[in-house]
């Protein structure tokens, strides 16, 4: 009798040490609803036009919305009316910073049916801001009439989070939320695609073309949280 009580009082015990843990982690600091709202403003002032680069909007998979649950997302094709080259951009923040685990390119690209091909850390410069992320590479077979072409593609990303967090990848992201309303601060994620034909410094100018254009956006993900004017 005397062991059961026991049991149960330490499962109490158990119990209550979660709650308290939840409590602490999903606090949502104090401004921080002022600085999704910031994010969001400036998510639409982002311009359709960057330089010589025309962006259509693209549809995102519902599944995809389903998972991040995004305060602000844009999914847009560009092509530069110069040169014809193209591009596909991904920018997307959500709330809560454990929404993005769900669609990253190691995930989101082999869902959709891609293979996972080589990495690496790639970092890139964008005026005063430095963008540490990864390339990723990804190949599928493509049926065209009766026969069937590799197709291969690369993925530049990055992860954003507030007080001017850069990160490279997802164990960056996991190790940057850990602590008391880490993850209610939210996160941000901004994917870039080529055909994987596109060569690497060509590709590296339109990094920094695309993400100059999404500077007030990427700012406003950067910005402290808290500490922003809605």
């Known amino acids: 009798m005397k062991s059961r009580t026991i049991y149960r009082l330490a499962a109490l015990l158990v119990l209550f040490a979660i709650g308290a843990h939840r409590l602490v982690t999903l606090r949502r600091p104090p401004g921080v609803d ?14 359709h ?16 919305l389903s998972l991040l649950a995004p305060n602000a997302i844009i999914s847009r094709h560009y092509t530069n009316v110069e040169n ?19 669609h990253f390119p190691l995930r989101c690209y082999p869902a959709e049916g891609w293979l996972r091909g080589g990495s690496r850390p790639r970092d890139w410069q964008v005026g005063d801001l430095k963008i540490t992320g990864t390339e990723y590479q990804f190949y599928r077979l493509e049926t065209i009439g009766h026969s069937s072409e590799k197709r291969s593609i690369t993925v530049a990303n990055c992860l954003l989070r507030p007080n001017g967090k850069v990160l490279r990848d997802m164990d960056a992201l996991a190790a940057s939320i850990v602590g008391a309303g880490g993850q209610a601060l ?27 254009g999404y500077r ?7 910005a402290p949280a808290g500490n922003t004017k809605s």
């Open 186 to 212: 939210g996160a941000g994620q901004i994917q870039i695609y080529f055909d994987a034909g596109v060569p690497e410094q060509q590709r590296d100018g339109v990094i920094q073309t695309l993400i100059g």
């Open 84 to 102: 014809g080259l193209s591009a596909g951009m991904l920018v997307v923040h959500c709330s809560d910073a454990h929404d993005m685990a769900g």
């Open 34 to 47: 002022a600085y999704h709202e910031h994010v969001r403003q400036a998510a639409a002032a982002v311009p």
């Open 216 to 222: 007030g956006l990427v700012d406003a993900i950067l």
């Open 49 to 64: 036009a960057i330089g010589g680069w025309i962006g259509q909007d693209t549809r995102v998979p519902t599944q995809a």
